[in-house]
C-alpha cells in the first residue's frame, strides 16, 4: 500500500466518521424540542410593551437553535378593551413578529380577553351574559388566517375553541385550545377532535384549571357552564393521549400529574407572572425530549435574562408518548 493510498484511505475515514457524528447530532436534535408557554400576558401588553416585545425576539433568534415547533399562549393577552383598543393593536403587533418568522402559535382566552373583562369598556357581570362570550375584537385581530397551523374550530371564524397540529422530537401532536369555563358544546365537541386523532400527544390549554396550591379549581361557573373539574372528568381524564394541560389566571407556578381513566400520566402545569414586575417578561419553556423521556421545565425572562430558580424548575421523566416506541 503507498503512502498516498493510505492517506486518502485516512481521510475517507475521518469523512465517514464525521458524517456519522453529524447524522448522530441531528437525530438527537430531532429528537428533543421547545415550546415556549406565554403566561397571562395582560399588564405587559398594557403598559410595558417594550418586555412584551423582548419575548417575541428572543424566540425569533432562538428558533433554530432549541427546535421550537410551535408558541402558546394561557389567556388573558391583554388586561382589557377600551375604545381605541390600543391593547389588542399591542398584542396583534407583537404577534406580528412571530408571523413574520412563520413561527405558528396557539392563543387561548382568558376572562380578561373578552367585552365583559374590568375596565372603562366593561359590562357588570350579572350571570348568564353575552358580553363574557364576546370576543368580536379578539377575532378581529387574531383571524383564522394568522393561525398557521389551526385545522378546526368549534365556531366557524372563531378562535374561541380550536385544535392545532405539528410535529416534533419524531411524533404526532395536537394543541387544543379552549375557552374560560367552557359551554358544553364546546366540551362535546372537543371529545370528537381528541377522539379523531388518537396517534396524536394533546396538549389542552385552557385559562383557568389549577389553583396555585396545585388543585383543580372546582369553583362553580356563574354562567352555568363547566367549571375545571368538570372539564377534567368528561373530556381531559377520558383520552389515553391526552398528555399536558397548560393553565394560567392565577399566581405563580404549580404543576401535578394525574392518572387518567386509561393509565396515561397527565401533566397539568400552572404559570401565570402577572403580579410579579408586571409579568417580569417570563415564559415558561418546556424542553421536551422524546427520545429519553422527559418533560424539563422552567421559567425564563428574556428582558432580563434571569432563569427562576426555585419550584417553577422541575422535571417529569419516564413520561410515555404516543408513537414512541
Known amino acids: 500500500m503507498t503512502k498516498n493510498t493510505r492517506i486518502t484511505m485516512q481521510k475517507s475515514r475521518l469523512l465517514m466518521a464525521t458524517l456519522f457524528l453529524i447524522i448522530s447530532l441531528q437525530f ?37 437553535l432549541l427546535n421550537i415547533p410551535i408558541v402558546i399562549h394561557v389567556g388573558d393577552i391583554i388586561n382589557n378593551e377600551t ?23 396557539a392563543l387561548t382566552l382568558g376572562d380578561h380577553d373578552n367585552a365583559g373583562s374590568i375596565g372603562p369598556n366593561s359590562v357588570p357581570y350579572t350571570g348568564v351574559q353575552p358580553a363574557r362570550r364576546n370576543t368580536s375584537e379578539f377575532n378581529k385581530y387574531f383571524p383564522v388566517s394568522r393561525f398557521t397551523a389551526q385545522k378546526g374550530r368549534y365556531e366557524e371564524n372563531k378562535s374561541d375553541n380550536a385544535w392545532y397540529t405539528f410535529k416534533a422530537g419524531g411524533l404526532n401532536w395536537l394543541v387544543l385550545t379552549l375557552e374560560k369555563n367552557t ?6 365537541w372537543a371529545n370528537k377532535v381528541v377522539s ?75 404559570q401565570d407572572y402577572q403580579s410579579e414586575k408586571g409579568g417580569g417578561g417570563f415564559l415558561r419553556l418546556l424542553e421536551i425530549d422524546t ?4 418533560i424539563a421545565a422552567k421559567m425564563f425572562s428574556p428582558f432580563s435574562n434571569q432563569t427562576k430558580v426555585d419550584s417553577s424548575q422541575f422535571t417529569f421523566s419516564n413520561v410515555k408518548f404516543i408513537g414512541r416506541k
Open 183 to 188: 359551554r358544553q358544546g364546546a366540551v362535546d
Open 291 to 294: 427520545q429519553k423521556g422527559t
Open 28 to 64: 438527537a436534535f430531532a429528537q428533543k424540542f421547545v415550546i415556549p408557554v406565554f403566561p397571562d400576558t395582560q399588564i405587559e401588553v398594557m403598559k410595558n410593551e417594550p418586555m412584551f416585545t423582548s419575548q417575541m425576539n428572543w424566540i425569533v433568534n432562538n428558533k433554530t
Open 196 to 270: 379523531s386523532n388518537p396517534t396524536s400527544n394533546v396538549i389542552i390549554v385552557t385559562h383557568c384549571h389549577l389553583y396555585r396550591n396545585g388543585l383543580i379549581n372546582q369553583i362553580p361557573s356563574k354562567s352555568n357552564d363547566l367549571n375545571p373539574q368538570a372539564v377534567y372528568d368528561q373530556l381531559i381524564k377520558t383520552h389515553s393521549n391526552v398528555l399536558m394541560v397548560l393553565c394560567g389566571h392565577v399566581g405563580y407556578s404549580a404543576w401535578r400529574d394525574d392518572i387518567g381513566t386509561n393509565g396515561n400520566h397527565i401533566y397539568q402545569l400552572l
Open 83 to 105: 375604545p381605541d383598543q390600543i391593547q389588542w393593536k399591542t398584542a396583534s403587533k407583537g404577534f406580528r413578529i412571530l408571523d413574520s418568522a412563520k413561527i405558528a402559535y
